[in-house]
């Protein structure tokens, strides 16, 4: 299954944003259903819809910091009161890294050693 990565954003195309840590951070969540609980959780993302953070968006955020990479943070889905500051920093590349990797082909591959578990798996790519 695919991993993706959303944002929220304005019909207009403005993404949702606050200064964390003395930078302005766009806010980026694991899965959908993260992004529509903080968003029904924080008044200040009513206008605003979760949205993929595709490669058209990463190309957007590539210069959208006057020429500089924009820097992320990813949202603590975990967190019951869906507190928009309790997260992590995330910097474009590592994220440009997250966007690609949901597109490598997962297979399974079964393990024959006999120290293995009966019916065990691992992944390959």
Known sequence: MKQEIFGMRQANGDWFALELEDQRRVLVFHSLVGAWRARAKNDELMLFWPAP?????????????????????????????????????????????????????????????????????????
């Open 53 to 125: 953070v595709d490669e058209r968006a990463l190309a957007e955020f590539a210069t959208a910091n006057d020429g500089r990479p924009v820097s992320f943070w990813l949202v603590d889905e975990d967190d019951p009161g869906a507190d928009l500051r309790c997260g992590h920093p995330l910097e474009y590349t590592q994220l440009a890294t997250l966007e690609r990797l949901k597109d490598l082909p997962l297979r399974t591959k079964s393990r024959w050693e006999s120290n293995q578990a009966a019916g065990g798996q691992a992944w390959a790519f």
